[in-house]
């Protein structure tokens, strides 16, 4: 049976971690702490894998859909989601650190 945005919201820890499942593969993760992660589950070359699609309440139930929607078109199209992430246009993509370096002559910035 599908989730409903009540038992989504309602879903408290246990003290032991537990997956909620909705359909065709996406699945709330809850953790003993009460934190909550989308997941969706999928097979790739015969072997069960998963994504993690988003942290709950930021990522809503319907984004969690729609997402695991796009994910499910890419494993139809032959395209592992993995390597293709599935993230919402709102969701900033992380950028690595630029490294700041010390000169060791001027006790500023290399390079400078």
């Known amino acids: 049976m599908p989730l409903s945005d009540t038992a989504v919201r309602q879903a408290k820890p246990t003290g032991k971690n537990?997956?909620?499942k909705d359909?065709?593969?996406?699945a709330l993760f809850v953790d003993a702490m009460g934190a909550k992660q989308w997941h969706f589950?999928?097979?790739w070359s015969g072997k069960q894998a998963r994504i993690s699609m988003g942290v709950y309440p930021a990522f809503s139930l319907k984004e969690a859909r729609e997402a695991q929607d796009q994910a499910r078109a890419l494993v139809s199209q032959?395209?592992?989601p993995r390597a293709n992430p599935v993230r919402p246009a709102w969701l900033p993509v992380r950028r690595p650190r630029t490294p700041f370096v010390l000169s060791s002559t001027t006790g500023g910035p290399s390079g400078h």
């Open 78 to 80: 032959g395209v592992d």
């Open 18 to 20: 537990f997956t909620l």
């Open 23 to 26: 359909t065709a593969g996406l």
């Open 41 to 43: 589950r999928f097979y």
